[in-house]
Nanobody, 125 residues
Framework: QVQLVESGGGLAQAGGSLRLSCTAS????????MGWFRQAPGKGREFVAG????????VYADSVKGRFAISRDNARNTVLLQMNSLKPEDTAVYYC??????????????????WGQGTQVTVSS
C-alpha cells in the first residue's frame, strides 16, 4: 500500500519559519519526483515546489521562490519543505504528492498520482 504522511504543520507568525516533512512507504521512493502543493479555503490546489527523483533539480512557484526550499533524502524516503519568511497568504493545507515514475517535475496537480492527507499551516500577521 502506497502511503505519504506529512508532518510539521502548525502556527507561525509572519516572518517566521516552519519545516514540513513527508515520509513515503510502499513505493521505490528514489524513482519518483515529489511535489508540495497547498490549498487555501475557497481556492484550488496550488503547486508550491517540486524536486526530481534524482535529488537534483528543483522547481518553485514564483510566490515562494527565495523563501521556501525543497529537499529529499532518498535513504529515508523523505521529502522536506523548509518555509522561511512566512506570510499570512501562505496559510493553507499543505500536501505532498508523488509524481510519475522517472518523470520530470510538473507544476500541475493532475500529474501526481499519490497524495498525503495534508497538514495545516497557519501564519498570523
Amino acid at each position: 500500500q502506497v502511503q505519504l504522511v506529512e508532518s510539521g504543520g502548525g502556527l507561525a507568525q509572519a516572518g517566521g519559519s516552519l519545516r514540513l516533512s513527508c515520509t513515503a512507504s510502499g513505493l521505490p521512493f528514489s524513482d519518483y519526483p515529489m511535489g508540495w502543493f497547498r490549498q487555501a479555503p475557497g481556492k484550488g490546489r496550488e503547486f508550491v515546489a517540486g524536486i526530481r527523483w534524482s535529488e537534483s533539480g528543483t522547481v518553485y512557484a514564483d510566490s515562494v521562490k527565495g523563501r521556501f526550499a525543497i529537499s529529499r533524502d532518498n535513504a529515508r524516503n523523505t521529502v522536506l519543505l523548509q518555509m522561511n519568511s512566512l506570510k499570512p497568504e501562505d496559510t493553507a493545507v499543505y500536501y505532498c504528492a508523488a509524481g510519475r515514475r522517472w518523470s520530470s517535475v510538473e507544476p500541475i496537480a493532475g500529474h501526481y498520482d499519490v497524495w498525503g492527507q495534508g497538514t495545516q499551516v497557519t501564519v498570523s500577521s
